[in-house]
């Protein structure tokens, strides 16, 4: 299940990102478990990457991993940061939800190539 909030006036296709979510979650056997996708402003997304992260500026996506029973977490998007850098909202949000299965592309080189590839088959079968 997702919980989809957008909090910007981008318009947002709920059911997209609610069946990318169920793709993803489910091939990573974290079907029964619930996250949340914000859609927040370029000022917002600055003020979370400097409080959790401690980096100024915009980010594109943030995940948060709440690590509650049945609840694996949250991915925050700003929109207006994915459109500056000229990416897929889509892609940016399996990115977000792969970190809050445990994938760290910082971790090291053969983590960063094992998130790589588990990105792109789920973007494969997204449809």
């Known amino acids: ?7 910007t006036r981008s318009p947002i296709n709920g059911k ?16 029964t478990e619930t996250l949340s996708l914000a ?3 370029k000022p917002e997304i600055s003020r979370l990457n400097k409080k959790f992260r401690k980096k100024d500026g915009p ?3 943030l995940s948060f991993n709440l690590s509650q029973k049945g609840y694996l977490g949250e991915v925050v998007i700003c ?3 994915v459109k500056e850098k000229g990416e897929d909202i889509t892609e940016v949000f399996v990115h977000g939800i792969l970190h809050l299965c445990g994938y760290d592309h910082e971790k090291s080189e053969r983590e960063a190539k094992i ?13």
């Open 16 to 31: 997209t990102f609610s069946t990318v979510a169920k793709k993803v979650l489910s091939g990573e056997n974290r079907g």
């Open 115 to 127: 998130m790589e590839a588990k990105e792109a088959y789920y973007l494969k079968i997204k449809h």
């Open 39 to 41: 859609f927040v402003s």
């Open 79 to 81: 929109p207006e940061v």
């Open 59 to 61: 980010t594109d996506v």
């Open 1 to 7: 299940m997702i919980e989809i909030n957008n909090l």
